[in-house]
T-cell receptor
Framework: SAVISQKPSRDICQRGTSLTIQCQVD?????MFWYRQQPGQSLTLIATANQGSEATYESGFVIDKFPISRPNLTFSTLTVSNMSPEDSSIYLC?????????FGSGTRLTVV | QQQVKQSPQSLIVQKGGIPIINCAYENTAFDYFPWYQQFPGKGPALLIAIRPDVSEKKEGRFTISFNKSAKQFSLHIMDSQPGDSATYFC????????????FGPGTSLSVIP
């Protein structure tokens, strides 16, 4: 099955700064999905990213806070902007890779 | 209607036991029901998945039972091992490359020797 590489794996950031998370898929995929997983919680979808169009955001998430790029069929980035301690979470990307939805290993973000 | 319910929240079984995790959904448009296993510090890994045209699917020690009329499905882990200790998420989706996955709240499983 396909592999999704995600980086950084973890980071500690100052409040008010931004962090960009990258996801690379080893095959072309139609949609990429970005999730947030707060400590001890389930996964919540942030947005869906299709190449060449603006991402579609779920209720409670906005583009100004979580801008997403999808420049080609194998790559996407999520930026967490103007961070606050409440943004401390694990961020994961995902894609349908033919045999199911595959996930990256996640980015553990701590905002101090 | 997009919600997926999951129980129990946590589960402790002896090695060799058969933990059962139950899930329920409302949206009859869901067409793909995967189970994910997540270890601490790792992303979720697809364990097994089922579509509503079958009532049961087995892969190794893992079995999904699916009841379309009740809109329920469950995961059974046969001969459970300490290495199965993880968080398990059921999920539901329309099941194409365009569709998002809705996750249940998760079950923390501990298998004690």
């Amino acid at each position: 099955s396909a592999v999704i590489s995600q980086k950084p794996s973890r980071d500690i950031c100052q409040r008010g700064t931004s962090l960009t998370i990258q996801c690379q898929v080893d095959s072309q995929v139609t949609m990429m999905f970005w999730y947030r997983q707060q400590p001890g919680q389930s996964l919540t979808l942030i947005a869906t990213a299709n190449q060449g169009s603006e991402a579609t955001y779920e209720s409670g998430f906005v583009i100004d806070k979580f801008p997403i790029s999808r420049p080609n069929l194998t790559f996407s980035t999520l930026t967490v902007s103007n961070m606050s301690p409440e943004d401390s979470s694990i961020y994961l990307c995902s894609a349908w890779t033919g045999s199911g939805y595959t996930f990256g290993s996640g980015t553990r973000l701590t905002v101090v | 209607q997009q919600q997926v319910k999951q129980s129990p929240q946590s589960l402790i079984v002896q090695k060799g036991g058969i933990p059962i995790i139950n899930c329920a959904y409302e949206n009859t448009a869901f067409d793909y029901f995967p189970w994910y296993q997540q270890f601490p510090g790792k992303g979720p890994a697809l364990l097994i998945a089922i579509r509503p045209d079958v009532s049961e699917k087995k892969e190794g020690r893992f079995t999904i039972s699916f009841n379309k009329s009740a809109k329920q499905f469950s995961l059974h882990i046969m001969d459970s091992q300490p290495g199965d200790s993880a968080t398990y998420f059921c999920a539901a989706s329309m099941g194409t490359s365009y569709d998002k996955v809705i996750f249940g709240p998760g079950t923390s499983l501990s298998v004690i020797p």
